[in-house]
């Protein structure tokens, strides 16, 4: 091969590398930004997802209400309860966190709040009671009125002994004559007043 037929390989084949590695690097610039976009898209749907999934935050006008509601039950709680453990903070708050988890049957995280409730020397028997309580309001709890299981196992634990009310049954009406056998009775005949017969004229005196 003479020299100027070698020169004209080498500058072919130079001139394949550079083309294929323009191809090579055009190619991983346009991976690269759909990768990019991709992964974008994706943040961006995933971001998207856990806003609408997330309650929306409560302002602090309502924060203030709700703790304001949990210093009253534990302050009822205490008073109820005559200042025995179940009324303490840390046995109210554990105690119907427990019997709460029980209804929903998440039996594992129930359990672990019982230890956490032993920890703190809390009774046991209260939450057997305050469960056995809450058994016989099952048909009151609508999961679709706000705070309405909270309420019941609330007054479940401050009261054990409850009872659900049992709705009044109006007493029967005292029995009235039919209406169509007093239209049908005959009005009371009435009796003619008597009449006074004229005193006689007495013959005048002479």
Not at 181 to 191: E, F, H, I, L, N
Request: proline content about 10%; some cysteine.
């Amino acid at each position: 091969m003479t020299a100027t037929g070698e020169f004209m390989g080498r500058r072919v084949l130079q001139f394949k590398v550079s083309i294929l590695r323009q191809f090579a690097a055009s190619a991983f610039v346009v991976l690269l930004g759909l990768g990019a976009s991709g992964a974008l898209a994706q943040s961006n749907n995933d971001t998207h997802g856990q806003e609408q999934g997330k309650p929306p935050a409560a302002s602090p006008a309502d924060a203030a209400k709700d703790n304001q509601r949990k210093t009253d039950e534990f302050t009822e709680a205490a008073q109820a309860l005559n200042g025995g453990p179940a009324g303490n903070p840390e046995c109210v708050w554990l105690g119907r966190r427990v019997v709460q988890l029980m209804y929903n049957d998440d039996l594992d995280t129930a359990f672990r709040h019982l230890d956490l409730y032993d920890r703190f020397g809390c009774p046991g028997g209260h939450v057997q009671a305050a469960f056995r309580c809450l058994t016989r309001f099952f048909p009151l709890i609508d999961n679709k009125v706000q705070n309405s299981l909270s309420n019941h196992v609330h007054a479940c634990w401050i009261n054990p002994a409850a009872q659900p009310q049992q709705a009044a049954v109006p007493a029967p009406a005292a029995s009235a004559a039919p209406p169509a056998a007093a239209a049908a009775a005959p009005p009371a005949a009435v009796q003619p007043a008597p009449q006074v017969s004229p005193s006689p004229q007495q013959p005048p005196s002479k």
